[in-house]
């Protein structure tokens, strides 16, 4: 009997110039795993999906004037990557930093109860790592922050 894989519910896909130097460097970097690898006859990158934790992303070739990497773009980005860690976040940090990360803000603690650092990758895709270190409730981030909430989890 076939068992059924659940799949992620939301997945981000990523355009790289080099997508199969990427994918290494994510492994390497950030500690994705790779769980598709779809080549063409020429070796090139058709298609790929990387894990982390319950999450997943994809990881492709430029192939259009719309489908192209920040770093064809003059680093232009519209949106950034949010990865939340169970791991020690400064761990973390010094490895993508040691991978050749460029660390756009170091690791500090957020007034909502996390600590987090933002980067990007050789390609200029920015990533934000998080890891929660307290439950702070919704007021005690509205004294801390000056901001107004609502919706509060």
């Not at 192209?68 to 993508?96: M, W, Y």
């Not at 909502?112 to 200029?124: A, I």
Request: net charge negative.
């Amino acid at each position: 009997m076939a068992t059924e894989t659940r799949r992620a519910s939301l997945t981000s896909a990523l355009f790289y110039k080099e997508p199969m130097a990427a994918l290494d460097w994510l492994e390497r970097a950030f500690g994705f795993e790779r769980t598709m690898l779809l080549t063409n006859p020429d070796g090139s990158l058709a298609h790929s999906q990387m894990s982390f934790g319950d999450g997943m992303i994809m990881v492709g070739t430029e192939w259009s004037e719309r489908h192209q990497s920040p770093v064809s773009l003059d680093g232009r980005n519209t949106q950034t990557i949010h990865v939340h860690l169970d791991e020690d976040i400064d761990a973390h940090c010094a490895r993508a930093r040691a991978a050749g990360a460029n660390v756009l803000a170091e690791p500090e603690d957020q007034f909502y109860g996390d600590r987090t650092y933002r980067c990007d990758d050789p390609e200029g895709h920015i990533w934000t790592f998080a890891q929660t270190l307290r439950t702070v409730s919704q007021n005690e981030a509205e004294a801390a922050s000056g901001l107004k909430i609502d919706g509060w989890i």
